[in-house]
């Protein structure tokens, strides 16, 4: 998630740099570009166009390639990170559980909160 963070920024970075030197118009024409190419990553890219139409095209690539990674590490048992979801599952629920108890304002000692 860090990573597609960052990269986004990078996108958003250059885009930035760009539109700083554009005018109105050619800012529009990039702005058109980027969010073709994030919507049709499959498109090649004229050579002609502004990088940062491959730079988007790029991100969304490899956006997709790590959702399909997470996708399957959360739906298959032998891959490891089914383990992961079954823990988030669990922190979740305790969670709810801390949530509920402070509204109702019920504190628990450590040794029963530990048993849980």
Known sequence: VLRAGCDLMVLFAIFDEYT???TPREAQQLAT???DAMRNPEKARPADE?????VARQYVLSLIRWLRKLIFAVSHPDSGGYHHN??????ASVLLMHSTN???QLFRKLKIALNV
Request: with cysteine.
């Open 20 to 22: 700083d030197i554009s």
């Open 33 to 35: 570009i980027i969010v």
């Open 50 to 54: 502004c990088v940062a139409g491959e």
């Open 86 to 91: 079954v823990h988030l599952k669990v922190y």
């Open 102 to 104: 402070t509204r109702l």
